[in-house]
C-alpha cells in the first residue's frame, strides 16, 4: 500500500520518463530531414575547365568563378560542325569541370533512306516476284536455289 505521495512521484517519474522518450523520437526524425553541404572555401578567383570535342581551340581555360558554359565555349571556339542543343549553357561552371561538344551528325540527301537501289536499265528483265517460279527466282542476283525453294 503506496502513500498518495509515493503515487504522485511514480505517476511523474512515468510522465517524465515518456515526456523524454517523446522527444528523442522526434529529434531523430528531425536529424534525418537535415542534410547539411559543405564544400570547401577555394580562395582562387578563377575555375579551370577543360573543354573538348567539336572546338576549333581545344584545351584548359581559366575563367572567373560565377562563369557559364556558354562563355567557355566561346572561348574555345565551337566548329561549325558543334551541335549544342544537349549542353547546359546556362549551367555555372565548377572547378576542373570537362565539357565535351558533340558533332552534329552527318545529313543523309533528301529522299534516301540508306538503301542501296540500283538504276534499273532498258534491257534489264523485270519479274514479278509474285508471279515468278522457283526458277526464276533461282536464277535473281542473290537468291540461289535453296532460297527459291524456301520462297515458293
Known sequence: MQTPRAKLIAATA???VVFSL????????RSRDLV?????ADSSEDVTVHVGGAVE???LFALP??????EA???ARLSDTAETSSLPLARVLEDEQTITVPERPA???????GADIQEISPD??????????????ADMPGIGPVLAGKIR
Open 14 to 16: 512515468i510522465v517524465v
Open 22 to 29: 517523446i522527444m528523442v523520437i522526434t529529434r531523430g526524425d
Open 36 to 40: 547539411l553541404q559543405i564544400k570547401p
Open 57 to 59: 581551340n581545344p584545351g
Open 65 to 70: 568563378r560565377g562563369s557559364r558554359v556558354a
Open 73 to 75: 565555349l566561346e572561348l
Open 107 to 113: 545529313a543523309t540527301p533528301q529522299g534516301d533512306s
Open 124 to 137: 534489264t528483265q523485270v519479274i514479278d516476284i509474285n508471279q515468278a517460279s522457283e526458277t526464276e527466282l
